[in-house]
């Protein structure tokens, strides 16, 4: 049996088969797209083809006419309808320069490819398309801005014409005396780093049906979003109806991994376009929209510098991120200011100043994608390690075993606030015996030998690491609601969103786990603003830990209710029962028993009839459990790579990754979410580019040409368990789903650097391709 | 191209007679035409499999094809892989190493290898391997749908 933090449990803790998988495996989930009520008609959006242009006309005519067709919308046709024309959602924060919102739909100026501009609804989507073909929208060309750190220097052109500059919003996230840190150092380092992120690519692309219901005056929206009721309320906002009047509901959702937590103009767009046509509508993006519309992450250019002791210990860290936000603000700064905050966080840095100026480009907004700038972040500080560790002289493991925080001064309060301005405080964890388990689970002290048999055979062999510590968690809280019916079965209820890792299974653990063991007994509705009142829904690896913590505290409730009231009815003292199955029974006197569901029917109530016992009606707990500060997962990469140097291959021969996510309720779970992470991070290092011309045009809109892994790259991966239960929460847990894509980029980097050092080239730049490399190669040896 | 044109698709060895355009894709039919809608269309260029279904054992791409080509052909999806109650020992195997997280693109993994195992049940782990990075899935970083591949392919060897 696998190993478990929860010794005694009964479910917990145990790779229980997964209860999304029966569907699932035969076809029969249901996705936003198999979603087709009669009489529904489909939608079809024309974007912009232009990066910036001002919009002069709008002629809809013809397509209007095209035989099939219902409407056409521009935001001329929707602003009557609409409280605000414009998206505005921004989370707040002071550090804002431009107030950047997206329209419903762009009307006078057009800010990025894909922009959408117009939408038609028809019989089909092929009808659809072809009536979008046929708008014709006149345009004055404008001056566009492609790159970030250019976007930022004086005299470029703006990225929308009416703003004063391209600087969205600008902070800086200090401590400590730098100054004096950096004039008194024995070894300072600097790098001058790039890094690109790309795109979220669900293999489900986004998407929505609306269905209007005449009758009761209400819609249901279908809608593929991680968080459906912040969707509820800002299409309430927008269309300007009250809670009752319209249900979001998040079917089987086909991957989420960030951006479809974004509230977005299709959403809008469709919902309103159900309620005027009075028929169901549907628009499912195609993965072109997707590359073109659907929100990214992008670059960041990285100026940083650090300051050591003569040992190595850092004494500070200062520099510059220039971010490129894109066209709108789609969310907010959290993706930079998240990158920064977790740079330091595995290392006690005693002085830390870092500025963030986030550029509006004319791309698509950025948001959130799985690690949500965090890679970015864990880059940058082990690239300054590995810098620090070659100036110094010492081993790059050695520099980080003297700066990890160590287990002894946990939890650790860090000066560092998150975006809510709550401290940053780990809350356990021990980095130094987590980088030494995985070092040994990949024979870091081995590798030398390795290395001599690859040269020999011409072949560069090298070995890197880094470290993370990532946020998860985030609260305040997540509403869990259960319900033990006369049926006997147990309906759990949530506002968190499943995405597809197993979130319905997880709650499930959680619940039986109290309340009798049987899993099979246990439906749970997540992502549904008819189920549960409230809801935060799917971010930040939040989920196990938010709702995990509601499910359990209601579960435990329940489950004492249950004893008492079965107490009541069978004349024993409720600490002498048990629930087994879907029973409470005498503990050993098995035969003595009341069926959940006798129970449920005892408390249900008739009218004119006194309740049993002194319990009160119904069983049922809810739960909004709430926990602010965020609880911190921490762990290891290590990389050994094979690189051709007359091809500039990268070939990952093994990777390790030893990691401490608290207790692990489904350790099977906990593995996949890694392992899927952990492709994502090496996509991200070595394959994934979102490329744009000079022109903004964007050069990678099919998944032939932006690249993501395959069953052929993916290497032998180790993965190493650590369990330090957060004492945050009653079951020790930490979130999970981020994880795995944080420190790669950063560990194969330094394989590379490891493997290269006879050429002294420095990884500064993700992705890194062949093409790259030996381009390096050849400047290295001269060529 | 709106002309419509009378084609019988033999789905999972049921005749379903449809009426499509020309340019009507073979997974458009087959979801909205057949209502069988466990075949997922995840990038409409042919690249990442998700509407991989066999057509006539082989497996093909349904977004690269129009229904019309399919007409009078044996198209088997993800539908008529289990007999009733019991599953194709791929859907069970995929169950038992958790090769499926959102299963968004595990219909079209399973008639890919389905199709694999089915043309050669001694394929070598090098070449299932090979084929099996003809889909693209996001969540699982693969390791676990090759387990469960070849897992039923070891079965088949025994």
């Known amino acids: 049996m696998t190993k478990t933090g929860f010794p005694d449990a009964r479910v917990l803790g145990q790779d229980v088969p997964r209860l999304e998988d029966a569907k699932l495996i035969r076809g029969q989930g249901r996705f936003v797209d198999d979603i087709a009520p009669p009489g529904l008609l489909h939608a079809a959006f024309l974007r912009s083809p232009h990066a910036h ?72 989507r092929y009808i659809a398309e072809d009536a979008a073909a046929l708008i014709e929208v006149e345009y004055d060309i404008l001056p566009v801005v492609t790159d970030c750190e250019a976007a930022l220097q004086d005299g470029a052109p703006t990225a929308h014409r009416n703003a004063a500059s391209n600087l969205v919003a600008e902070m800086t996230i200090a401590y400590g005396a730098v100054e004096d840190a950096f004039a008194t150092a024995a070894h300072r380092v600097h790098e001058k780093l790039w890094i690109h992120r790309g795109g979220s690519h669900s293999m489900e692309c986004r998407g929505l049906v609306a269905i209007p219901d005449p009758v009761e005056d209400r819609l249901t929206v279908w809608s593929s979003t991680q968080m459906p009721h912040a969707a509820r309320r800002l299409l309430c906002d927008i269309i300007g109806l009250h809670e009752r009047q319209l249900r979001v509901v998040t079917p089987d959702l086909g991957g989420g991994f960030g951006p479809k937590l974004i509230f977005y103009p299709e959403d809008v767009v469709i919902t309103l376009a159900a309620r005027l046509l009075a028929r169901p509508v549907k628009w499912i993006e195609d993965r072109r929209e997707h590359f073109i519309s659907t929100t990214q992450e992008r670059d960041q250019a990285w100026d940083v510098e650090m300051a050591t002791d003569a040992e190595g210990r850092i004494q ?20 930079p200011q998240g990158a920064v905050s977790a740079m330091p966080l595995a290392y006690v840095v005693p002085a830390f100043r870092m500025q963030i100026r986030a550029a509006a480009t004319n791309k698509v907004p950025v948001t959130p994608v799985r690690g949500a700038g965090q890679p970015q972040g864990v880059f940058a500080m082990e690239r300054l390690l590995d810098a620090a560790a070659r100036a110094i002289g010492i081993d790059r493991a050695e520099i980080r075993r003297r700066n990890l925080v160590p287990a002894d001064r946990m939890p650790y309060e860090t000066p560092i606030r998150t975006r809510g301005g709550l401290p940053v405080t780990l809350d356990s964890g021990d980095y130094p015996a987590c980088q030494a388990m995985t070092l040994q689970g990949a024979d870091w002290a081995g590798f030398e030998a390795r290395r001599a048999t690859a040269r020999a055979a011409g072949r560069y062999r090298g070995i890197g690491l880094a470290n993370y510590v990532e946020a998860t968690g985030r609260g305040p809280f997540e509403h869990v609601s259960i319900r033990i019916e006369p049926s006997g079965r147990i309906f759990v209820a949530t506002g968190a969103a499943a995405m597809g890792q197993g979130t319905a299974t997880m709650l499930a653990q959680i619940v039986a786990e109290q309340l009798g063991a049987d899993m099979s007994n246990v439906v749970v509705t997540t992502g549904d603003t008819e189920a549960a009142p409230t809801g935060l829904g799917g971010s930040n690896s939040r989920q196990a830990v938010m709702a995990g913590s509601s499910a359990h505290a209601a579960a435990t409730r329940l489950r004492d209710r249950v004893l008492d009231i079965a107490g009541e009815l069978m004349e024993v003292a409720p600490a002498d029962l048990e629930i087994v199955g879907r029973a409470v029974q005498l503990k050993g006197v098995p035969q003595m028993r009341r069926t959940l569901a006798e129970i449920a029917r005892a408390v249900a109530g008739q009218a004119g009839f006194v309740l049993p016992g002194q319990s009160g009606p119904g069983l049922a707990a809810a739960e909004e459990l709430v926990i602010d500060a965020m609880t911190y997962a921490n762990g290891t990469a290590v990389a050994e790579v094979e690189i051709d140097i007359e091809t500039g291959e990268i070939a990952v021969a093994h990777l390790v990754f030893g990691h401490d996510c608290g207790r692990a309720m489904h350790p099977r779970l906990v593995e996949g979410q890694l392992m899927g992470g952990i492709a994502h991070g090496l996509g991200n290092a070595l394959f994934e580019f979102m490329a744009y011309d000079d022109t903004a045009q964007p050069l990678t809109t099919t998944l032939a040409e932006y690249l993501l892994m395959t069953a052929t790259e993916m290497p032998r991966v180790t993965i190493l368990h650590m369990e330090s239960p957060s004492p945050l929460n009653a079951l020790g847990i930490k979130g999970v789903g981020e994880a795995g894509v944080i420190p ?36 290295a040896v001269g060529g | ?16 007679a449809v009426s499509v355009e020309p340019r009507h894709t ?40 129009f229904a019309i080509q399919a007409d009078g052909r044996q198209i088997r999806t993800v ?18 190493h958790h090769a499926l997280q959102c299963g968004y693109c595990t219909p079209g993994f399973l008639m890919l290898a389905a199709g694999l195992l089915e043309a050669d049940p001694n394929i070598s782990d090098d070449a299932l391997q090979d084929g099996l990075s003809a889909n693209l899935c996001r969540c699982t970083g693969y390791v676990n749908i090759l387990r469960a591949v070849r897992a039923v392919a070891a079965e088949l060897r025994a």
């Open chain 1, 53 to 124: 242009a001002a919009i002069t006309a709008i002629d809809t005519s013809q397509a209007l006419a095209l035989p099939g067709v219902h409407a056409v919308h521009t935001l001329d046709d929707l602003a009557p309808h609409l409280a605000d024309t414009r998206l505005v959602v921004a989370m707040p924060s002071p550090s804002y320069r431009l107030d950047l919102h997206r329209p419903v739909l762009a009307r006078h100026e057009v800010v990025h490819v894909g922009e959408p501009i117009a939408c038609v609804i028809a019989d089909s």
């Open chain 1, 316 to 335: 500070a860290v200062r520099g510059v991120l220039i971010h490129d936000h894109g066209a709108w603000t789609a969310r907010g700064v959290n993706v």
């Open chain 1, 744 to 779: 790669i980029g950063a560990a194969v980097a330094s394989a590379i650097d490891d493997a290269l050092s006879d050429f002294a080239i420095k990884i500064d730049r993700l992705p890194i391709s062949p093409v790259d490399l030996l381009a390096r190669l050849d400047q």
């Open chain 2, 1 to 16: 191209m709106t002309q419509h044109h009378s084609i019988t698709l033999h789905l999972n060895g049921t005749a379903h």
């Open chain 2, 26 to 65: 073979l997974v458009d039919v087959i979801r909205e035409g057949c209502g069988a809608t466990g075949t997922h269309t995840g990038c409409e260029h042919g690249v990442c499999g998700s509407c991989t279904v066999l057509l006539d054992g082989e497996p093909i791409r349904a977004c690269l094809m």
């Open chain 2, 79 to 96: 539908e008529g892989l289990a007999h009733g109650t019991i599953l194709h020992r791929l859907q069970q195997a995929f169950i038992d």
